[in-house]
Nanobody, 120 residues
Framework: VQLQASGGGLVQPGGSLRLSCAAS????????MGWYRQVPGEQRELVAA???????NSADSVKGRFTISRDNAKNTVYLQMNRLKPEDTAVYYC???????????????WGQGTQVTVSS
């Protein structure tokens, strides 16, 4: 299983970016997908998550600015980030909790991370 994240970059304060993360491999079903972020010296924190049924939750710091969505047919999760602030600068990681063909139980996979820098 691989998670391929893309869409990071440099943006000015107030700007927007859209992150994508596509899962591929011997996947039976994806139960939850989410985005986390981490800055050097700090713990990785949840940004937003979404279930297979479309229920979402997000950090208070991004409510009203970031929107998570997913395309179940493409095994892809998106994070639309609007009104970006310098404090949103971090490496963003996608995470998937999924079931594999022929392997019992849930499994957790992480993407490789994509840098988001908000600066003028």
């Amino acid at each position: 299983v691989q998670l391929q994240a893309s869409g990071g970059g440099l943006v000015q304060p107030g700007g927007s970016l859209r992150l994508s993360c596509a899962a591929s491999g011997s996947i039976f079903s994806i139960n939850r997908m989410g985005w986390y972020r981490q800055v050097p010296g700090e713990q990785r924190e949840l940004v937003a998550a979404i279930t297979s049924g479309g229920s979402t939750n997000s950090a208070d710091s991004v409510k009203g600015r970031f929107t998570i969505s997913r395309d179940n047919a493409k095994n892809t999760v998106y994070l639309q980030m609007n009104r970006l602030k310098p404090e949103d600068t971090a490496v963003y990681y996608c995470k998937a909790v999924l079931n594999l063909f022929g392997v019992p139980g849930e499994h957790i996979y992480w993407g490789q991370g994509t840098q988001v820098t908000v600066s003028s």
